[in-house]
């Protein structure tokens, strides 16, 4: 609603209400054994009958074939499967059976013949997660200007606007519960001593009313269940503009806004286990997703100094700090759990909120400029450059795989409060020299950041944070109009041919060492645009 009285300029109110499902079906990693090298007692299958002393063979050289690696500067020639996987995958899924088979079997089976999928699927129940999000949302938003004159010393240009917005988020997971064996619990005889420099098991200390109890509770049965979980949020915000000259400015911002989990991370599935420490029985664990996840909140502050001493040309100062609440990592929490008559509460590993807060502050000092008053031809350069530092500390990050039946992973050795926030080098620049006419547009473009963590979990063990080595790339395009319907130009990527590299943390001491190099090429495209 336009008011158009006085400072005020107008008024906006809004609410949104919506419901999104999802089924995630996904195995990911399917890693089995084919032909152990380290099995000292059968030994690996070989590809070759040569003479190397094994009665483990493959029947032949039908499936192999010769890998010649000189060409990457390793003298070494190798057999290795001859097919393709990709063209052909029941063709190699035969050859990989057929040598787990020579090797003793018990190995890499294809993920529709695993024990436990569900029938006409490839996929365990696991890997099936249900969702359900409704969220509705309410805001309110009032916009002012006091329409002055800017004049240094006599009047300040204040405008901006003033917000608060209200989000109810309901989430509910499908799944299930699975129930440990009896067996699984204790399988022995509490009477019998234990053996010569044995101890009594954990379960033996247990009063016989605590033994009961655990006995019943493990079943071995899995049910159905389904998981709920209801927050809400007041998020304000406030953006002002102060126009203290008519070229030079300033503005301060203030939000707080939330992040919601990824649903896969939500999911509702436990596989109980009986929970031993030091052989002390202290209940029950799982590993598994969690329903109850506040979202992450961020309250962030923003304050600039723009200078505008051209039409083309300005210097602009920013600072920024940001406090993240709530950020979701590796954790432990307990859910209360009946079954059979018998209640516990389950003590949980996957997602879970942090109780410390996350820190990230910085600034942004940037520069643009066309050079107009350079004489003819040369009046069409220009410039623009930027550089930008940032601080990230405070918290453990997330070591989480939405895309698995149990998300939580596997536990980092590495306190990952110590890394910095993933994604975020501590120092960015960009510098781009430019050249604009009616004619003609030319880019040449230099970004470079410094190291920064890629991930916080590798894709393979140990699972260990991995970094990015600092890069720089350089970019440019060329592009001529014809007329107001055609244009043909060339863009040109990775220039100098750069080769970018990963470092794997080791230890807490952040001590690292080399992991992978990528080689990206440099890559160009002819482009023609045509307007009809």
Same mark, same amino acid.
């Given at each position: ?5 006085? @400072? ?92 787990? $088979? ?51 010393? %006599? ?101 707080? *806004? ?46 600039? *100094? %723009? ?48 109780? %410390? ?6 600034? %942004?000092? *940037? ?9 003819? @031809? ?54 781009? *020299? ?10 040449? $473009?230099?970004? @470079? ?84």
């Amino acid at each position: 609603y336009d008011l158009d009285n006085g @400072w005020l300029e107008s008024v906006k109110v809004g609410a949104r209400i919506a419901e999104r499902d999802q089924t995630t079906r996904n195995s990911l990693y399917n890693w089995g054994v084919i032909s152990e090298l380290w099995n000292g007692a059968t030994g690996p299958v070989w590809l070759d009958q040569g003479s190397v002393p094994t009665p483990r063979l493959t029947g032949g050289l039908s499936g192999a074939g010769t890998f010649d690696f000189s060409g990457q500067g390793v003298p070494i020639t190798a057999y290795g499967y001859a097919g393709n996987p990709g063209a052909d995958y029941d063709d190699a899924v035969a050859f990989a059976l057929a040598m787990n $088979a020579i090797w003793g079997g018990g190995g890499w089976v294809p993920l529709a013949q695993r024990a436990n999928v569900i029938p006409g699927t490839e996929y365990t129940p696991g890997e099936i997660n249900e969702t359900n999000e409704q969220t509705t949302a309410a805001y309110a938003l009032i916009k002012f200007n006091n329409n002055a004159e800017p004049i240094w010393g %006599e009047s300040i240009g204040i405008s901006g606007n003033v917000g608060i917005r209200y989000v109810e988020t309901q989430i509910s997971a499908e799944g299930g519960l699975s129930f440990p064996t009896q067996a699984q619990v204790f399988t022995g005889d509490c009477s019998a001593p234990p053996a010569p420099g044995g101890s009594i098991p954990a379960f033996c200390l247990l009063t016989p009313a605590q033994q009961a109890a655990a006995l019943a509770f493990a079943t071995g049965t899995s049910i159905p269940n389904s998981a709920k979980h209801t927050y809400d949020n007041w998020l304000p915000s406030v953006n002002l503009k102060f126009q203290l000259t008519p070229s030079f400015l300033m503005r301060f911002g203030y939000t707080q *806004a939330i992040r919601r989990s990824d649903l896969g991370l939500t999911r509702n599935q436990l596989q109980i286990t009986p929970r031993v420490i030091d052989n002390v029985f202290l209940g029950f664990e799982a590993q598994a997703g969690n329903t109850f996840l506040s979202p992450i909140k961020s309250e962030q502050f923003d304050l600039s *100094a %723009e200078w505008y001493f051209a039409p083309t040309g300005s210097v602009t100062l920013s600072v920024f700090t940001k406090t993240l609440e709530d950020v979701i990592t590796n954790g432990f929490y307990e859910r209360t759990i009946t079954n059979n008559g018998q209640t516990y509460d389950v003590y949980v590993r996957g997602p879970a909120n942090a109780s %410390e807060d996350g820190d990230i502050q910085g600034f %942004e000092i *940037a520069y643009q400029q066309f050079y107009e008053d350079l004489p003819g @031809w040369m009046s069409g350069f220009g410039i623009q450059a930027n550089y930008t530092f940032i601080d990230s500390s405070g918290v453990p990050q997330e070591n989480l795989d939405p895309g698995k039946a149990n998300p939580g992973g596997t536990e980092p050795a590495i306190d990952t409060s110590l890394l910095p926030l993933e994604s975020l080098s501590e120092h960015n620049f960009n510098f781009a *020299a430019i050249y604009e006419t009616e004619k003609i547009s030319a880019r040449l $473009a230099w970004n @470079w950041r410094s190291e920064y963590v890629l991930t916080t979990r590798d894709e393979i063990v140990p699972f260990a944070p991995i970094y990015a080595d600092d890069t720089g790339q350089l970019d440019g395009s060329f592009f001529y109009t014809g007329n107001d319907n055609f244009k043909v130009g060339v863009q040109g990527v990775n220039l100098l041919d750069e080769t970018t590299q990963t470092f794997q943390v080791l230890n807490s001491e952040l001590l690292m060492a080399p992991r992978s190099w990528f080689k990206n090429d440099r890559r160009f495209s002819f482009v023609v645009r045509a307007t009809f």
